[in-house]
Structure formats: structure tokens, C-alpha cells
């Protein structure tokens, strides 16, 4: 039986976040009996549960600002040390989600190594570029990134285009790594058209199925919300924008709302947070088209739920949307004018046309980042050892 440990997401089940929807699949799509998974889950107490027949353990934190994450993984790998050594478990891996503890890598990887446990890294994206952060703390991030991967045993890359970088940038450490994406789900919605959540939706935002535009995401400068909602403004589209994102409290849209006076134009539309997922998928399928503005990072979820989901697509052309995209999708840039007329394009294109998309992208998501297909490879690497 092989030990599992795996440490840096919030915890299942999911609710939110990339890292949480990934640890929730790979435990749920579970095929193998000679695996047993060990989650921490960030909570206020100590207790343990199972869920999906994983092991999971809380793991408490004080609230002490931005640090919190750090000391989170830190004190999850305590427990996990603490977890093996206690209980003489002689066939483990760790896999630490993210590059949040590089200057203490050292110090655990000599620690894990004498419990002959291996530890992998799944490295993220680009986490210093993102314009979120300090640039004290983007410095963080950089030198934490570069240490994880000097001391990662392996580096598991959810982006072709991330295993490149860590490859060339970190060429001195000779990192060894491994590709394999972030899944999606394939199916559609359980919920019919005329299902009272769907109607009652639709006639509260007073939007149109297939008469929209949408974006579903955190609304951070690095998405590219600015360069979209101004090209959409530009555009000649009879068609609603509808941005699924929190904005409650947000510093970043009240600046943006004085920039651009979006408020005016009434195509664009707030929305909100949407958590139930039928009901989200339902809302994807029924898009006209989806736009996707993301530039930092490997591998989307977002955009594999559009890719899964939505007929069309207009994707920001950066290498990480190109790898999945592909074929299937339609591709601005951010000189200015470009995404308008790329609207204004997609709005001319026949039902038969945006159909080729629709079979194409969703082909692509099938064959190459279902769930199935990404657990079946993560099994196939964890039994390697």
C-alpha cells in the first residue's frame, strides 16, 4: 500500500480553488486499491475524517496575517513527519501543492529523506508575477519557487509550458520532472433548461441564454479584466458581458469602475459568485461565447470548464491558453482593438462554425484532461517507487 501524503491546498471537500477541486477529483476518480490518500485540511481544530475514502486531517492555524499560508504547510508537515515515524509507515510520498516554503525545504527534505519518503512539488504557476502581491513578498515567492525546486525529489507540472520554464530557468539544479494537467469535468449540467434554479437565475440577472458573454474567475488585475471589459465597451456587440466573480470589498473594481465607467454601458453586468456547480455549468453552456484573460499561471481549471462547457471561446493568446486551446477556441491579444473585433467576428460566425469549436474543444478536453484520464496518470506515477 502506498501512503500518500498530500499538503497545501484548504482541504477537501472542495469549495473553492484550483488546488482544492484537484485533491477532491483525485480522491473521488480513484481506481487503485494500493493507494491510500492523507489530506490536510485547513480548519480551527485538530479532528480527522474520511472523505472519498481518503484520510483527512484538520490542522489548525492562528490567524496571523499573510504568513498563514506559510505556517499552514509548515505545521501540516509536522504532523505528517510526526503521522510516518509514529506509525512506522514504510512506503510513503509527500506531494506539497505549491512553492510557498522554500527557505524550509531544506530542513524537511533532510528530515523526510531519513523516513526514505520522497517529495514531490506540483510548483503552480508563475505566483511571484502576480500583480496581487508586494513586490517584497513577489521576491518571496521567487526565491521560495527556486529553493522548492532545487530540493523537489520530482516536480509535477499541470502546464507543458511551466515544465519548460522550471527546466530552463532552473537548469543548474537539473530538475526532474513530469507533466501531467489539471483535469475537467466532461459531462453537462443534470439541470434541464426549465428547471426552476436555471429560470429563476436567468430572470433575476435579466439575461438572455446565448445572448451573452461570459468570464467566471477571481477578479485580479493578472486576468486581464481591464483589457476585456474596455474591448468590450469598444465592441459593436448586442450581446450581454457577464462576469461571474466576488467584487464585494474589492479595491481593484472600484478603481476600474472610475477608469472606465463600465457602470454606464449596460452589456456589462456583476453578477456575483455562483458555488452551486450544475447550476454553473448550466450557465457555461448557455453562454454564447467565453472569454478567457488569464496570462500568469500553467494550466487554468477555469478554462478547461469553459473549453468542456462552452460552444465558443475567445482565449488571450499566451502560450498556456494556446497548449489547451488549440484548435478550438478563437484567440486575441491585448493590442488595443484586437479583442473587439475578435467579438465582433465570433458574433458573425454560422451555427456551424461556432459547432466545429464546440466539437473541437470538447474533444480536446476528453481526450487529454478529463478527470478519469488525469487520476488514471497520477496512479500510474505514484506506484512507480
Avoid at 38 to 67: M, T
Avoid at 151 to 169: P, Q, R, V
Avoid at 190 to 209: G, M, Q, S, T
Avoid at 307 to 321: E, I
Wanted: charged share 30%; glycine share 6%; with cysteine.
Amino acid at each position: 500500500m502506498k501512503n500518500v501524503f498530500i499538503i497545501g491546498s484548504k482541504g477537501i471537500p472542495s469549495r473553492y480553488g484550483g488546488f482544492e477541486t484537484f485533491v477532491d477529483k483525485l480522491t473521488e476518480y480513484k481506481k487503485t486499491a494500493n493507494i491510500k490518500y492523507h489530506v490536510a485540511c485547513l480548519s480551527d481544530n485538530f479532528d480527522e475524517f474520511e472523505y472519498n475514502g481518503a484520510r483527512c486531517f484538520n490542522v489548525k492555524i492562528p490567524e496571523i496575517g499573510p504568513a498563514k499560508a506559510v505556517y499552514y504547510d509548515i505545521r501540516s508537515l509536522d504532523l505528517v513527519y510526526k503521522y510516518i515515524k509514529n506509525n512506522n509507515i514504510s512506503n510513503a510520498t509527500l506531494y506539497i501543492l505549491a512553492c510557498r516554503i522554500g527557505p524550509f525545504m531544506n530542513y524537511y527534505k533532510k528530515k523526510f529523506e531519513k523516513l526514505r519518503v520522497p517529495v514531490y512539488v506540483n510548483p503552480d504557476g508563475h505566483e511571484w508575477k502576480r500583480g496581487k502581491w508586494s513586490a517584497p513578498v513577489r521576491q518571496y515567492w521567487k526565491i521560495s519557487e527556486r529553493l522548492m525546486v532545487k530540493h523537489a525529489d520530482l516536480l509535477i507540472c499541470d502546464s507543458k509550458n511551466i515544465e519548460k520554464y522550471i527546466k530552463e530557468d532552473y537548469i543548474k539544479y537539473s530538475p526532474n520532472t513530469a507533466f501531467i494537467a489539471y483535469g475537467a469535468e466532461t459531462s453537462v449540467s443534470a439541470l434541464a433548461k426549465d428547471d426552476p434554479k436555471v429560470v429563476n437565475w436567468y430572470a433575476e440577472k435579466i439575461i438572455k441564454p446565448k445572448e451573452y458573454y461570459l468570464v467566471v474567475g477571481r477578479f485580479v488585475p493578472e486576468n486581464n479584466y481591464e483589457t476585456m471589459i474596455r474591448e468590450f465597451m469598444k465592441s459593436n456587440t448586442k450581446k450581454d458581458f457577464v462576469l461571474i466573480t466576488g467584487v464585494e470589498g474589492n479595491a481593484f473594481y472600484e478603481k476600474l469602475k472610475a477608469a472606465t465607467n463600465f457602470d454606464q454601458d449596460s452589456r456589462i453586468k456583476f453578477v456575483g459568485t455562483v458555488y452551486d456547480q450544475e447550476l454553473l455549468k448550466k450557465i457555461r453552456e448557455n453562454a454564447y461565447g467565453y472569454l478567457h484573460g488569464h496570462e500568469v499561471g500553467g494550466t487554468n481549471p477555469s478554462l478547461l470548464e469553459a473549453l468542456g462547457s462552452t460552444d465558443l471561446n475567445l482565449l488571450l493568446d499566451v502560450g498556456f491558453n494556446r497548449e489547451v486551446g488549440e484548435g478550438g477556441a478563437l484567440y486575441w491579444n491585448k493590442q488595443e482593438g484586437n479583442m473587439a473585433r475578435v467579438i465582433e467576428r465570433a458574433d458573425e460566425m454560422t451555427v456551424e462554425e461556432i459547432a466545429s469549436c464546440s466539437v473541437l474543444a470538447k474533444k480536446r478536453i476528453a481526450d487529454d484532461y478529463s478527470w478519469d484520464y488525469i487520476v488514471k496518470r497520477y496512479e500510474e506515477l505514484l506506484l512507480e517507487d
